[in-house]
């Protein structure tokens, strides 16, 4: 038996950029069924199985972008544990409510809409058999550290994250002019972690689960979320990362008049919350770790590993003014 579940737009259509760097969470970011083009008013195919999930994907492609996505999620093991089936069924959910959060849209299970409901609220709708993951996955519960102690921590920590930037090749003084010349040379300590590194995987209180490379050196803010878990970058490239990070969201916090770090909230509840955030007068929040990760790295991904059917262009200085310019409009309102 199947059920389905699905992102509908409220208005606008869905980014086709954002759906497909999303979804290549779960594909690969060299699907050809998720990267190659989709005439007006056709679909794109996709199937992802797992342990025990089975899910067939259909994304609808509209006049510019998606005009919506259905998965059919079935039960394709039910003899097998149903902890598994629980933290599958969990990446499915916490992808799509992303999908809808980031586009205003609509979440709906079975018609039901569910926008805005929390992933375990959801994952007890569609799977109430169901156990959070045991046996080969780590179950991490919830940390006794508050988001407001966590914060403080983050930011005690600043000074010291700035640590690896030492030998950059130009004044560190906060300034948009030293942006693109220290990402040009930051993206040289970026290497692949080895593919056969071991990991483990942990399943978070919130029920998606994240992979953790065993042993490694991360930084204090990895594993808060399924973004925040970039398993494939080196240790050392994830120090590099932070102290990019940092520098990004201190440059942006000393030129945007009232602009300052807080705890990241919002509602619906969507992937900012409980983060550290920069916020100004608009009240809208950057979340520049986030950020970072879902803009810069994958130019820099592809230029370590490229696809010969697929050039990807690679990595730029400009690439970091940009995120800078972004984050200060934002904030204030204003353009940098």
Known sequence: MSLDMGVVPSGAELSRATTVALLGRLFGDDDEDLTEGVAKGEFAELVWEGDRASTQWSVSAGRTGVSEIVVSVADAYPKRPPGVYRAELARVVDLLQELARRHGATFVVEEQDLTGASLNA??????????????????????EESDEDFLRRYLTAGDQRLAPLAGAPIPLDFSRASLGPLWEWAVGFLQLRADDAPKDRISLDNGSTIRRPRGADLPMWYGRTTMLSPHNWSDES????????????ETVRRAAPGVDWQVGHSRPIDENEGQPVLA???????EPIGDVLSWLIGKVYYLRSPNPDRPSPPPTGADLIERFDFAVQRTTGAPA
């Open 280 to 286: 100004g007068s608009t009240g809208r929040q950057y």
């Open 238 to 249: 994830l120090r590099m990362l932070d102290a990019v990070t940092w520098y990004l969201a």
């Open 122 to 143: 959801v994952l007890d709708l569609i799977a109430p058999g169901s156990i959070g993951p045991r046996g080969s996955e780590v179950y991490e519960g919830p940390s």
